[in-house]
Every structure is written in C-alpha cells, then in structure tokens.
C-alpha cells in the first residue's frame, strides 16, 4: 500500500514535502513514520440506478489521516479523477492545516470517482446517499466530519446529514458542515475559503507596503473559492484583471465587473465568452503581471516550467497543493515572491466548519459578523505565528507551517504514547 500511495503524483508530492519538514524538525524515526501514513483508508464501490433504468457502479474513497488531537475533518468532492492516492494527499495537508490553526482536528478526505456535469441532481442524491450509507459506520460528530469540496456543495451535506441521521433515528447536525442554514448550518460558510484568501492576501499586501486599494489580482479557477475571494477582494478595493475557469480564460486590465462575470456564469456555466474581456490563454494568464496571483482550482498548476516566469508579487494558493516541490524550490530561490501557503491561505473553509460544529454541539447559532470575524481573528494570529516563525528559524513560508502543523501533531503523538 505504502508503494501505490507514493505512486501517486499528488501523494508523492505531499510526502516529499512532509519528508523535507521532518528532515528540517529533525524528527525521530518513529514518531516520523506514525505521522506520515494515513489511519484508515476505505475505498467502497456503488452501484447506483441512473435516470434511464441502467446501473452504474462508482467507486469512493475516504481518508482519515490521524485522530490522535480528534475527529479528522475534510471535505467530500466529485471529480472525473479521483483516486486514493489523491485523496490521502488532501488528508495528510488537512492534518497540518488543522494543527497550524489550532483547530481540535486531524485531516480527512473524500472523494468519488465521477463526472457531476454528467449526472442528473437525482442520480447524484442517489450516488451521495448510498456513499454516505456505505461509509456511516466510519463517520460522526466524534470521529469523521465531512464538508463540501469541488464538485459538490450544501446540498450534498444536507443528502448525508438526512442519510445518516435516519440511520441514527434522530437528528445530527453536528455529522456534517458546510449544510444549508435552514438545517442549522452556519452563516458565512459558503464564502469563508474565499473570504479568507482575499483576507490574507491583504495581510500580505501590508506586509510589502503595497497599498490595498487599487491592487492587481488574477483568479485561477472562478468556483466556490476564487468567485468569493474575487468578491471580497473587490471590496477591498482591489481590481480583479484575470479570470480562468475550466472553460477557458479571460482579461481585462482595467478590472473585471465580478457581479455582471458571475451572471455571465450563471447562464452560460463558464466564464469564456464575457463580453466585458478579451479571451487569451489559460496557461499564459497565469504568468501575466499582477499584484496577486491566486490559484484557486485543483493540484500541481504552478510547476517547474511556469514557476521562472510567475510576475505576481504575491502567492495566494488558494487551492490544495497548487505548486510542487521543484516549483517551490524555484520560487524559494528567486526570493521575490511573497508565499501565502496552501494550509494557511485556504484555512478559512476548515476554520469556519470548525465553527459550525462548535455551533451544533452548543445547539447555538452565530450572526454571519461574528462568524467572520471570529475567522479574521484567527488567520490573523496564525499568519502572525507564522511570520514569526518563518524570521526566527530564517526559513521559506510553505517550511515554516507545514513545520508548525507537522510539529503539533508529533509533539501530540509523543505525548499519547504508543499503544502496544
């Protein structure tokens, strides 16, 4: 198993990634190989009856990386090219997000192996219930909270809460975030991930003594996160000059209209043919000049052929894994570009499920002010740490957390022994 994972592109990067933290913590042996391997990894097949009689089998995976601080947290999400190994990658960067936010959570993940363009919203309540079912003795409040990813949204969490609180014979709210309000979800959940990109990115801003008002940004990927992050960036008075989607690209350096591109979206499912911008090309735009250069789609975009020509003064991963370890390695030399790290930058998703279940536990709900300012408050002081972190140790921003999650977690797994 431990051959196939590192077989994995996604997975190998992330294990190459923690291997140069525990080299840099100087971790020992054990506590280093109970850190790096995944607790359970379940992978369980559906068949599932489409809309015109026929079976369809799909298969799921789900990863629960470590337990040891609590119940392990990460989303669920559909895509064409789901695997395991992928999916252990996203739980093992959860784990460390977690542990650098000082939320009392490990790292999971999930995902399925399909198209949702291609399925009906019957034939995917179906695929999400009986994934959900499939899965439920692995699941709970106290030991694997599930949330929205790419590919699926409130309404997916609202089929797993009701799929599994049938099960339980009442309700259960706190089994999943990321769910509708009206079934006690939390006010500012949708937006948090992006909120809090576009929070940090003016945090970095400040940092580099470039005025946040009137700054240059470019979104890759306009889905849940960069829409949002878009959105509070230009109310931050920030001009968003570049957009891409899996449709294609688009530019306009006197700032993009973020309210008429999402109408745009709405009727056309896709960003290409906006009338307000020229298109160009996807991959270029990312190497066009900016301010602020957010990758907000899926792993592995910023590689070794794009890295040397990046003109962004600011590094916003906005996605999970967007830049491998020879890219980073390019970026760390050239020394001009300002990294906010994957686990920080898009920390507000986790952050503020972490809310809403506190939330459902207490049986409480919090106004949409005070859920995102509890969010700022508590970027605000990991970004702080990490600057910290980062001068002390006189090490690159994406060492310095992935250093301080991993840390947290070994120094917990030291403490709790080792079971015989």
């Not at 042996?29 to 607790?39: A, T």
């Not at 006197?254 to 056309?268: C, P």
């Not at 900016?290 to 070794?304: F, G, H, K, N, Q």
């Amino acid at each position: 198993m431990k051959e196939d994972l590192l077989n994995n592109p996604v997975f190998g990067m992330a294990a190459e990634q923690f291997d140069r933290v525990a080299d840099f913590l100087n971790l020992d042996e054990q506590v280093r190989e109970r850190c790096k391997w995944p607790k359970r990894l379940i992978t369980v097949t559906m068949p599932v009856t489409m809309d015109d009689g026929s079976t369809q089998v799909f298969f799921g995976h789900r990863v629960q990386h470590h337990l040891s601080r609590g119940p392990v947290k990460g989303g669920l999400r559909f895509h064409p090219k789901v695997d395991v190994g992928e999916v252990a990658a996203l739980a093992m960067w959860m784990n460390w997000k977690c542990a650098l936010m000082g939320l009392p959570y490990g790292g999971g993940k999930g995902g399925i192996t399909c198209d949702p363009r291609q399925l009906s919203a019957s034939e995917q309540e179906r695929l999400t219930r009986r994934f959900a079912q499939e899965i439920s003795s692995f699941i709970g409040p106290e030991v694997d909270v599930m949330a929205p990813d790419v590919g699926t949204n409130q309404q997916h969490m609202a089929w797993i809460l009701d799929t599994y609180s049938t099960r339980e014979g009442r309700f259960v709210p706190e089994v999943i975030t990321g769910k509708p309000v009206e079934l006690q979800g939390s006010k500012g959940r949708t937006e948090a991930t992006g909120h809090g990109v576009a929070f940090l990115s003016a945090r970095a801003l400040n940092k580099i003594n470039i005025p946040i008002n009137g700054a240059t940004a470019i979104i890759q990927g306009f889905g849940n996160v960069g829409s949002h992050a878009a959105k509070t960036m230009v109310a931050y008075g920030m001009k968003i000059t570049a957009v891409s989607d899996i449709s294609g690209a688009i530019y306009n350096p006197n700032g993009i209209d973020i309210h008429a591109l999402s109408q745009h979206l709405q009727k056309t499912r896709g960003v290409a043919g906006f009338s307000e911008a020229e298109a160009i090309d996807p991959d270029e735009m990312l190497t066009m000049e900016c301010d602020v250069l957010v990758p907000a789609a899926l792993e592995r975009v910023i590689t070794e052929k794009n890295a040397p020509k990046l003109r962004c003064k600011i590094l916003a991963e906005g996605a999970n894994g967007p830049t491998t370890p020879d890219a980073d390695t390019i970026i760390e030399k050239r020394g001009d570009i300002f990294l906010i790290p994957d686990i920080l930058c898009n920390a507000g998703g986790v952050t503020v499920s972490y809310f809403e279940w506190v939330q459902n536990l207490q049986r409480f709900s919090w106004t949409k002010t005070e859920v995102l300012t509890k969010l700022e408050t508590k970027l605000n002081e990991a970004f702080e740490n990490l600057m910290q972190f980062c001068k002390y140790n006189k090490c690159s921003h994406r060492l310095g957390a992935l250093a301080t999650g991993i840390n947290t977690v070994a120094d917990v797994k030291r403490k709790r022994g080792l079971f015989p």
